[in-house]
Nanobody
């Protein structure tokens, strides 16, 4: 049973930075592609970025150049470095396999960008 626990969210001002972490347990070593997703109020969950087990990355256009996804396979941990944050980045951020393959979603971590 894979468990995913997100952390690192919080309240920041526009232009600020946050570093999110996702701790994975269970058979996380089997997850070939891990992604960060976010869901803002009234909107669908969207893929923000993903990364393969070998380190290849992809980013949504909305975050390209500002966010950096990384993973430490030895530690079963996924990261999202978020810089130059904008109010529109406000959302609950989740990590999961991409696609989810039925892995359960965690509770996410809230990121709020506001003055």
């Amino acid at each position: 049973q894979v468990q995913l626990v997100e952390s690192g969210g919080g309240l920041v001002q526009p232009g600020g930075s946050l570093r999110l972490s996702c701790a994975a347990s269970g058979s996380s070593f089997r997850i070939y592609v891990m992604g960060w997703y976010r869901q803002a109020p009234g909107k669908q969950r969207e893929l923000v970025a993903d990364i393969t087990i070998g380190g290849s990355t992809n980013y949504a256009d909305s975050v390209k150049g500002r966010f950096t996804i990384s993973r430490d396979n030895a530690k079963n941990t996924l990261y999202l470095q978020m810089n130059s944050l904008k109010p529109e980045d406000t959302a609950v951020y989740y990590c999961n396999s991409n696609p989810s393959f039925g892995y359960l979603w965690g509770q996410g971590t809230q990121v709020t960008v506001s003055s």
